[in-house]
């Protein structure tokens, strides 16, 4: 039986909470409407994602699009108790209705890999995905939040910058090549081996998002731990690998889903926070830059009110991710220049 003592209690827990909420940039009293948009919701990761999304109290209108078997997902979705009223929308004529209005538009859509496969082969099929949804962006939100998830993201980005340009509606604040499951790796991994909270890890990750282009730099990793130079190594190769690990326990049937809403739903959270003013929220990612002689980098970036606040340098590198960063710079480039081609053919 419950108490009207255990009330009082579970009334100021809440009240506690929700405190506690407002000061992570959660308050429901101030809390602006936001509409978020997820193109490739009924997929592996679009699912799952637009759970996630549906859980987020910075959000009050989901949309979800899909070719497909979006009604079903919206319609699941939406009997969640939160805050956000859900939309499906199904096939190119309810595109333009979907995102109107959007202030961020998550994109997971396009063909997942089979083992055997790397990411820079999807980029047949998703680069027409792609450069299709992001020209119904820049006519129906052209100033949105964009976050990339599709494959290969080194290519999916810039094939994005390009369209928009072309479009007059580009701003380089407002791209971003979602990298945020490498980080989430990359933590993972590090708090194993470091033995440390696997909550408190940070492992900023720079360069792009496909194999050698992936570079950890756990030489910055806090807490700090004094792990020998070999395990470096490993860890560095299975941050790089991640994907792939995953690609080949599933056997045939696809590429990370939940573990890459995950980290979509952290980096939209970071994109949402920044745009109701929410101070000091830095996130890696995959953004236009001058960190390098390469147009596009991931690295620390601050997010603010209008997207990209600030892009932030690398920091000082060991010698071993010094060599890591030349390394990956070919052919980081060359994936750059095959998205900006195959933009502009
Ligand atoms: N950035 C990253 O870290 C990361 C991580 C994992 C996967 N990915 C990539 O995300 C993409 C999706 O992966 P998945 O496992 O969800 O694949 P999936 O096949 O399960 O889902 C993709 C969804 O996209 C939809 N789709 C196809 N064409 C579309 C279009 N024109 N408009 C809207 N939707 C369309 C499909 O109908 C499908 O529902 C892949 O390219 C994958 O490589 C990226
Ligand atoms: O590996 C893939 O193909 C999917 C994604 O890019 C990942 O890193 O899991």
């Known amino acids: 039986m419950i108490k009207p003592s255990m009330l009082g209690s579970l009334r100021s827990a809440v009240s506690r909470g929700s405190s506690?909420?407002?000061?992570?940039?959660?308050?429901?009293?101030?809390?602006?409407?936001?509409?978020?948009?997820v193109l490739g919701a009924a997929g592996g990761i679009g699912q799952p994602l637009s759970l996630l999304m549906k859980l987020n109290p910075l959000v009050s209108s989901l949309s979800l699009y899909d070719i497909a078997g979006t009604p079903g997902v919206a319609a699941d979705v939406s009997h969640v108790n939160t805050r956000s009223e859900v939309v499906g929308y199904q096939g190119e004529g309810e595109l333009g209705k979907a995102l109107e209005g959007a202030d961020v538009v998550?994109?997971?859509?396009?063909?997942?890999?089979?083992?055997?496969?790397?990411?820079?082969?999807?980029?047949?099929?998703?680069?027409?995905?792609?450069?299709?949804?992001?020209?119904a962006i820049s006519k129906y939100c052209p100033k949105a939040l964009v976050n990339m998830i599709?494959?290969?993201?080194?290519?999916?980005?810039?094939?994005?910058?390009?369209?928009?340009?072309?479009?007059?509606?580009?701003?380089?604040?407002?791209?971003?090549?979602?990298?945020?499951?490498?980080?989430?790796?990359?933590?993972?991994?590090?708090?194993?081996?470091?033995?440390?909270?696997?909550?408190?890890?940070?492992?900023?990750?720079?360069?792009?998002?496909?194999?050698?282009?992936i570079l950890p730099l756990f030489s910055q990793a806090t807490p700090q731990a004094n792990l020998d130079h070999d395990v470096i190594v490993a860890l560095t190769k299975r941050t790089q690998d991640g994907g792939t690990e995953v690609v080949e326990a599933k056997a045939g049937k696809g590429s990370a889903t939940l573990s890459m809403a995950y980290a979509g739903a952290l980096f939209a959270d970071a994109c949402l926070k920044g745009l109701n003013g929410v101070p000091d929220v830095v996130e890696c990612s995959f953004v236009?830059?001058?960190?390098?002689?390469?147009?596009?980098?991931?690295?620390?970036?601050?997010?603010?009110?209008?997207?990209?606040?600030?892009?932030?340098?690398?920091?000082?590198?060991?010698?071993?991710?010094?060599?890591?960063?030349?390394?990956?710079?070919?052919?980081?480039?060359?994936?750059?220049?095959?998205?900006?081609?195959?933009?502009?053919?």
Do not use: W
């Not at 506690?20 to 978020?36: C, F, I, M, N």
């Not at 604040?173 to 909550?199: H, M, N, S």
């Not at 600030?310 to 980081?332: A, N, Q």
């Open 106 to 135: 998550i994109i997971p859509a396009g063909v997942p890999r089979k083992p055997g496969m790397t990411r820079d082969d999807l980029f047949n099929i998703n680069a027409g995905i792609v450069k299709s949804l992001c020209t």
């Open 20 to 37: 506690h909420l407002a000061r992570r940039g959660y308050s429901s009293d101030s809390t602006p409407e936001r509409k978020v948009v």
């Open 150 to 213: 599709s494959n290969p993201v080194n290519s999916t980005v810039p094939i994005a910058a390009e369209v928009f340009k072309k479009a007059g509606t580009y701003d380089e604040k407002r791209l971003f090549g979602v990298t945020t499951l490498d980080v989430v790796r990359a933590k993972t991994f590090y708090a194993g081996k470091a033995k440390v909270p696997v909550a408190e890890v940070n492992v900023p990750v720079v360069g792009g998002h496909a194999g050698i282009t």
């Open 288 to 345: 236009q830059s001058n960190v390098t002689e390469l147009p596009f980098f991931a690295s620390k970036v601050r997010l603010g009110k209008n997207g990209v606040e600030e892009v932030l340098g690398l920091g000082s590198l060991s010698d071993f991710e010094k060599e890591g960063l030349e390394k990956l710079k070919p052919e980081l480039l060359s994936s750059i220049e095959k998205g900006i081609k195959f933009a502009n053919q």
